[in-house]
């Protein structure tokens, strides 16, 4: 029987070594189909006991048992290790950080025109001016008869303006609505209109539509004091308490006297408005008297302001709506 029991202890460490090799429980099922199963190996070597002598086949029989219980057990070992390390590759594999932060779906901003343009409405709001607004499609006697401007003034020329049917025409500048609020109106009163405007332009720093803010205020003893004071601490509410703001003469049908303003922003003068004193004609074309009210009035562009104040060179980069350029500015 010395045969036998060798026979066994070989196929033993076999079973053994399989079984630790078996990397799934696929494979697993082989081995033991391979050693424990009803066809395999073991239980061809139970089947030969009944070849023995009878006082061989009590050991024989009760060492291959032993044997085939070992193999059992290491069988079972081998499989609960083997679902351990795939549960556990699994949960590495779907681990979720939940502490970690979300992805945040994009948001949209306001466009730099939209910013600058409530910074100065809060401004003058908090003078106590209140907003007035105008059409764009305007008549022309609004947009420039009232104003005082000649029907030869080259403002009224093709090249700048857009001509709508019936008299009207796309307003070139907020001015109109000087005539709109201050008709039948008594001072005193301030007000600011800002709006789009159209211009036949187009270039780098022109587009034919674009954004402008007037302002104006009549009362008994307005001056061009309150006009400067005004407009510089406008400026700084904009660029800073070290702005420099300067007026250069000029001539506007509208105003007189008139002024351009400038501001001293990053090393150079900056063209920024026009401004002056109400012109008494425009005060009567409205139905007050000159010699009792006087004004002052500013119109400039917001989209150059905008430009100025985030550093955008091309006005069209800002107007176009591109996400790409817009996204920077915030
Ligand atoms: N309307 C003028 C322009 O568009 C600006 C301006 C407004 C000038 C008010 C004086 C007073 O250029």
């Known amino acids: 029987m010395a045969g036998g029991t060798e026979n066994l202890e070989a196929l033993e460490a076999e079973a053994h070594e399989a079984i630790a090799a078996a990397g799934s429980v696929q494979a697993l099922r082989e081995v033991r189909a391979r050693f424990l199963g009803r066809k395999g190996s073991i239980a061809a070597l139970l089947r030969g006991i009944g070849a023995l002598q009878p006082d061989e086949r009590g050991p024989v029989g009760q060492a291959v048992n032993a044997a085939k219980e070992r193999v059992e057990a290491l069988a079972q ?18 681990r979720l950080d939940v ?60 090249h700048d303006t857009f001509f709508v049917e019936g008299g009207h025409v796309l307003r070139t500048h907020t001015s109109p609505v000087q005539i709109r609020a ?8 301030r007000f600011i209109a800002p709006g789009r405007v159209y211009r036949h ?71 920024w408005g026009g401004c002056g004193m109400i012109h008494p004609q425009v005060l009567r074309n409205c139905g007050i008297d000159p010699e009792q009210w006087q004004g002052f009035a500013f119109g ?10 985030f550093g955008i060179p091309n006005i069209h980069l800002m107007l176009d709506g591109d996400v790409r350029v817009l996204e920077q500015v915030r």
Not at 79 to 94: D, F, K, L
Not at 300 to 309: F, K, L, N
């Open 77 to 94: 070992q081998r499989e609960a290790a083997i679902v351990g390390e795939q549960q556990a590759r699994s949960v590495a594999e779907h």
């Open 300 to 309: 400039m562009g917001i989209d150059r302001t905008a430009m100025d104040r």
């Open 201 to 271: 332009d187009h270039d780098a720093t022109h587009a034919p539509m674009f954004h402008q803010i007037e302002g104006f205020m009549v009362d008994r003893d307005v001056t061009m004091a309150h006009l400067k004071g005004v407009l510089h601490a406008f400026a700084r509410r904009l660029f800073g308490d070290d702005v420099r703001v300067r007026f250069r003469g000029h001539f506007f049908p509208f105003t007189e006297p008139s002024a351009e303003i400038d501001f001293w922003w990053n090393d150079r003068w900056l063209e």
């Open 182 to 189: 201050m008709t039948g109106r008594t001072p005193p009163f």
């Open 99 to 158: 502490t970690l932060p979300g992805a945040a779906p994009p948001v949209g901003g306001l466009h730099p025109v939209t910013v600058v343009e409530c910074e100065m409405i809060d401004f003058f709001t908090g003078l106590g001016f209140s907003i007035e607004d105008g059409p764009e499609v305007e008549t022309e006697y609004n947009c420039f008869d009232a104003l005082n401007i000649a029907p030869d003034h080259p403002s009224r020329d093709l």
